[in-house]
Structure formats: C-alpha cells, structure tokens
C-alpha cells in the first residue's frame, strides 16, 4: 500500500501524503488508516518484505533484492544487503538515506541494523534475512 501523494508543498519543500490504511502485521488485518511517520515505517516494513520483481501488482521499482542473498557466503551477504536495501528503499520518495548500517551474519541469517532517514523523522530499523 503506498499513500497516494496528493501535492508537492513547496513552502515545506516535501511531499504531501494522504492517509493509507493500517496494516496489524501480528493479527494479519487493516485496522484503520495511518499517516506520517507511522506510514513511512510501515512502508519500510513492506518494501523489506517484498521481493522485488517476483509480483506483477508492483512495478519493478518496488521490493528488495535481499532474498538473493541466499547461498551467499557471510561475509558477501553482508556487503551485498546494505547495497541492496538502500536501493529498494530511495525508491519511495519519503526516504532521505539510510545511516548507521550493520549487519552480522549468523549461521544461515543475516540481521541488519539501520536508521532510515525520511521526511518525518529517523526510523530505526532491525531486521533478518535467511541467507
């Protein structure tokens, strides 16, 4: 679900976003509308969590590489994850860069560690990929 942009505020310099809906990612249900940052973080989440190429409903600028990543070695997989999240995610225009980056591998999961920097406000971000 990404917020549909509504206009470009130029006394602000950013862009406008409208409410989308709510997603409880633990009960698997939308449950009301959100905005701001709470949207960004979300979008985030959804973006991490796409695969990138693998579902005709997105263009093939939305989603991540990262499930590439598997059968890579440790240390591969770590380089190649930051390049591939930071990609994915500049793709929404409410992201700024990515800062902070780590990421250790474990066996078969890599986690990563990150902030994202969007138009409202930093976003820190813990996540794991099978690798």
Same mark, same amino acid.
């Given at each position: 679900?990404?917020?549909?942009?509504?206009? @470009?505020?130029?006394?602000?310099? *950013? @862009?406008?976003?409208? /409410?989308?809906?709510?997603? &409880?990612?633990?009960? %698997? *249900?939308?449950?009301?509308?959100?905005?701001?940052?709470?949207? =960004?973080?979300?979008?985030?989440?959804?973006?991490?969590?796409?695969?990138? $190429?693998?579902?005709?409903?997105? %263009? @093939? %600028?939305?989603?991540?590489?990262?499930?590439? #990543?598997?059968?890579? %070695? +440790?240390?591969?997989?770590? =380089? #190649?994850?930051?390049? $591939?999240?930071?990609?994915? #995610?500049?793709? &929404?225009?409410?992201?700024?860069?990515? *800062? &902070?980056?780590?990421?250790?591998?474990? *066996?078969? =999961? #890599? +986690?990563?560690?990150? =902030?994202?920097?969007?138009?409202?406000?930093?976003?820190?971000?813990? +996540?794991?990929? /099978?690798?």
């Amino acid at each position: 679900m990404i917020p549909e942009v509504s206009a @470009w505020e130029k006394e602000e310099n *950013r @862009w406008k976003t409208t /409410k989308t809906y709510k997603i &409880d990612f633990e009960k %698997n *249900r939308i449950q009301g509308k959100t905005d701001g940052k709470d949207a =960004v973080a979300q979008a985030v989440y959804k973006i991490l969590n796409t695969a990138r $190429y693998e579902f005709e409903i997105y %263009n @093939w %600028n939305y989603g991540c590489e990262v499930n590439s #990543l598997f059968g890579k %070695n +440790s240390k591969e997989a770590e =380089v #190649l994850a930051e390049k $591939y999240i930071e990609e994915a #995610l500049m793709a &929404d225009k409410r992201i700024k860069g990515i *800062r &902070d980056f780590s990421a250790k591998a474990d *066996r078969n =999961v #890599l +986690s990563v560690y990150f =902030v994202a920097e969007s138009t409202e406000g930093d976003i820190k971000i813990e +996540s794991e990929v /099978k690798i």
